[in-house]
T-cell receptor, first 116, second 114 residues
Framework: GAVVSQHPSWVICKSGTSVKIECRSL??????MFWYRQFPKQSLMLMAT?????????EQGVEKDKFLINHASLTLSTLTVTSAHPEDSSFYIC????????????FGPGTRLTVT | DQQVKQNSPSLSVQEGRISILNCDYT??????FLWYKKYPAEGPTFLIS?????DKNEDGRFTVFLNKSAKHLSLHIVPSQPGDSAVYFC?????????????FGRGTSLIVHP
């Protein structure tokens, strides 16, 4: 099956610094990648959708200047949390889809971000 | 405003019995639905899907039923096994700009007792 990896799986950073999370599709070309955020006992909240080679589309309420998304290739998307604050601490999950008309998404294992 | 609702945060079932997980939605523009299973600190894994033009889809022990008029879908697991214990998310897809945008419910935590 399709495999999606995320790196790092766990990161602690100081308030005010930036942290980059990578999402890779290992055995397929991901034309679309999604970034989610999950708070404890809450749903997966879609942050943004990115198509390879184009700018990401952010959901309402998500600051595009704070959460920078780059989908530079068909196998890699990155999420950079800039000037992180403790309230950005969360579980960030990416997912990837191979073709625009395919319904299934394949999820990465997630990245636990803790901002101190 | 939650467009996809899973009103039961948790469900406890005896091994061998049927587990029924429910999901309601409000947006009639959703045209595809998926169920995901998630273990703690892991990403969700796809279980089963159903198109809005169907009312049932079956895959092994998992069956998803869709009632469009009631805007309700359910996932049946039979027989339930302890390894099925996880959080189950319902997701609904809507077409947007040539792609499909997912909306997830809050999940239902299923515990299957041996």
């Amino acid at each position: 099956g399709a495999v999606v990896s995320q790196h790092p799986s766990w990161v602690i950073c100081k308030s005010g610094t930036s942290v980059k999370i990578e999402c890779r599709s290992l055995d397929f070309q991901a034309t679309t990648m999604f970034w989610y955020r999950q708070f404890p006992k809450q749903s997966l909240m879609l942050m943004a959708t990115s198509n390879e080679g184009s700018k990401a589309t952010y959901e309402q309420g998500v600051e595009k200047d704070k959460f920078l998304i780059n989908h530079a290739s068909l196998t890699l998307s990155t999420l950079t949390v800039t000037s992180a604050h403790p309230e950005d601490s969360s579980f960030y999950i990416c997912s990837a889809r191979g073709r625009k008309l395919t319904y299934e998404q394949y999820f990465g294992p997630g990245t636990r971000l803790t901002v101190t | 405003d939650q467009q996809v609702k899973q009103n039961s945060p948790s469900l406890s079932v005896q091994e061998g019995r049927i587990s029924i997980l429910n999901c309601d939605y409000t947006n009639s523009m959703f045209d595809y639905f998926l169920w995901y299973k998630k273990y703690p600190a892991e990403g969700p894994t796809f279980l089963i899907s159903i198109s809005s033009i169907k009312d049932k889809n079956e895959d092994g022990r998992f069956t998803v039923f869709l009632n469009k008029s009631a805007k309700h879908l359910s996932l049946h697991i039979v027989p339930s096994q302890p390894g099925d214990s996880a959080v189950y998310f319902c997701a609904a897809l809507r077409a947007s700009g040539g792609s499909y945008i997912p909306t997830f419910g809050r999940g239902t935590s299923l515990i299957v007792h041996p």
